[in-house]
């Protein structure tokens, strides 16, 4: 059919995601159409190179490792949510005093807590 097919793996760190996430893309295109390239990673993501093994041994990679470099830092979880403001969830309480809708006042266990009583 003439389709112009291009098969790779990405590396979202790389990518300003702040995790080790990979993904096979498939990018395709008519004849008459420009087949766009890869992407160039912008942050330096420490992960192994990305290669995949096709018949009679080609290795397959969508974009250059950015080992040697790359315009921006990792990012990493603190740069996502360390502005956040604490979450007051009450995860470290044996118990949690809570309003229902009727306005009724009751004393709940957390889940966990109730998971290892059972044991």
Known sequence: MGYQ???GVLEAGAFSVSQSRKRAFIWAASPEETLLEW????????????KITLPRDVQSA???STAGGAPFHAITVRDTIGDLPPVGNGASKTEMDVKLYTGQMVDLI???LQQSRAR
């Open 5 to 7: 097919v291009r098969f």
């Open 110 to 112: 957390p889940w966990c």
């Open 62 to 64: 969508a974009v250059r």
């Open 39 to 50: 992407p160039e990673p912008m942050h330096v993501f420490a992960g192994p190179e990305l």
